[in-house]
């Protein structure tokens, strides 16, 4: 069976196993719905500029509602020999309205349809992601402010640091999170314009009015170079950038709830719900939704690197390739999607154990920088009180103790500036709280940073 579409200039009908390599619809056929819409509005157009009559319209319409209808129902019968989304629906079309559906695609081409559609979706996309990542940092809002005086440590080469909160940790993600949606809103401006008129390449000789249908469809402009709208895929390749960096902070985190909940820190527990077990081990309870999503990261950057692979050597202006840019993109989104969704509600699901953090937080001498700090408060230059802090951390290792457990004369070796106010200083809550400034670590800093978040998002 020859394609309709295009093959009466062919004298022998493509063979099968070409056909299955070229055709996209058992992937493409997600555009459905959003084919119909930019046709609908093409369709509109060309019956506004008199290029096709009322009549014919009216039949679009007519035929365009029953077929997606037809699709949603999922009593839609796709065709692998009509190739696309697009043939199966316009021949669907002249199905059930005859002519008026062979008019359709006057003035217009499946290069800067598809183009179209890609964007119609992928704005539909964003949106929905941008949702996902309100409530997202909705549920870490929540989760910091729980837990806006719990004390854990900080690390610096997984070593233990000084003390911090575990609201304030949890605000560093929100911030990620939050430029994250940044990327997305700056992504969308160049998602929405419309590349249909530009038809195969060239544009068309018919009147059309690009701008009405950039206004029907809710563009925010024309793709104002006919070869550059139908060959341009910059926003995809922007939307996978944005998503790749999108799954690095949720990977990041994701290596961070799996440490935490590993028994050896114990900081944290999952709920059951996110967690599964294991067929031989009765004991175990593993952390695998962040470790897929730490996994499922790489083939989001995979995707990307497809995307950047797939340009880079394409002449103008449309080439086939381009049919290779759908299942990078929509395995991007679903990943996405489904990872901030699924995270959004895990967060309302972690338990933070505070005792293990405090415990944690009180090896490792998490207070010598406060130390350090006093004596620079008292007059020494900071690398004088950086060297006796050094000193008397070396004295406590040798002891096993903390600075805390050494008496006022023992500390008073290492610097007669050091008094008895020294002990308020040396406690994790006189540590977190001293940091009290725009973007510290101070339980009121974290609270008002808490509010300023709330406000925005
Ligand atoms: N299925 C094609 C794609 O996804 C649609 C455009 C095909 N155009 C063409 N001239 N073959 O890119």
Redesign the pocket.
């Known amino acids: 069976k020859k394609n309709e579409a295009w093959s009466a200039r062919f004298s022998e009908p493509v063979s099968d196993l070409v056909k299955r390599y070229t055709a996209?619809v058992f992937f493409?056929k997600r555009l459905a719905q959003v084919d119909i819409q930019g046709s609908l509005a093409h369709a509109e157009m060309l019956c506004f500029k008199e290029i096709i009559n009322k009549t014919d319209y009216a039949e679009i319409v007519r035929g365009m509602a029953q077929i997606s209808t037809e699709i949603s129902a999922n009593s839609f019968t796709w065709q692998l020999d009509l190739?696309?989304v697009?043939l199966n629906i316009e021949k669907r079309l002249t199905e059930i309205v005859g002519d008026a559906g062979k008019r359709l695609h006057t003035g217009r081409?499946?290069?800067d349809q598809?183009a179209t559609d890609i964007r119609l979706y992928l704005r539909g996309a964003i949106d929905d992601i941008l949702g996902l990542l309100s409530q997202f940092r909705l549920a870490l809002l929540d989760l910091a402010e729980q837990q806006a005086d719990t004390i854990m440590p900080g690390f610096t080469h997984m070593q233990v640091a000084q003390p911090i909160t575990f609201g304030h940790h949890m605000l560093a993600y929100v911030e990620m999170f939050g430029r994250d949606a940044e990327r997305m809103v700056d992504c969308r401006k160049r998602v929405n314009r419309l590349p249909l008129g530009a038809a195969?390449l060239a544009g068309t000789t018919f009147p059309i009015d690009r701008e009405r249908v950039a206004q029907t469809l809710g563009f925010e402009g024309i793709c104002a170079n006919s070869l550059d709208a139908v060959s341009d895929r910059d926003f995809a390749i922007e939307f996978c950038a944005a998503s790749a960096l999108i799954m690095t902070h949720i990977s990041r985190m994701s290596e961070e709830l799996v440490i935490w909940m590993s028994p050896r820190i114990g900081f944290i527990d999952i709920a059951d719900r996110f967690c599964t077990g294991s067929s031989i081990m009765p004991q175990k309870k593993n952390p695998d939704v962040p470790e897929l999503a730490r996994g499922k990261t790489g083939r989001v950057n995979g995707h990307l690197i497809a995307l950047l692979t797939l340009m880079k050597g394409q002449p103008l202006a449309?080439n086939?390739d381009?049919?290779e840019d759908?299942e990078p993109l929509f395995d991007t989104v679903d990943t996405i999607t489904d990872t901030l969704r699924i995270f959004a509600d895990m967060a309302g699901g972690i338990t933070v154990k505070p005792e293990a953090m405090r415990a944690a937080a009180l090896q490792g001498y998490a207070t010598a920088t406060d130390l350090a700090d006093y004596l620079v408060k008292k007059g020494l230059p900071f690398r004088d009180a950086h060297e006796a802090v050094a000193h008397a951390v070396k004295t406590c290792v040798n002891k096993e103790c903390d600075l805390s457990d050494l008496t006022l004369e023992e500390l008073r070796v290492f610097s007669t500036l050091i008094d008895a106010d020294i002990f308020e200083v040396l406690t994790l809550e006189g540590s977190v709280a001293a940091r009290d400034h725009l973007g510290g670590t101070a339980p009121n800093q974290v609270r008002a940073a808490i509010a300023r978040l709330r406000a925005q998002i």
């Open positions: 996209s493409d190739e696309d697009h081409s499946r290069n598809v195969a449309y086939k381009n049919q759908k």
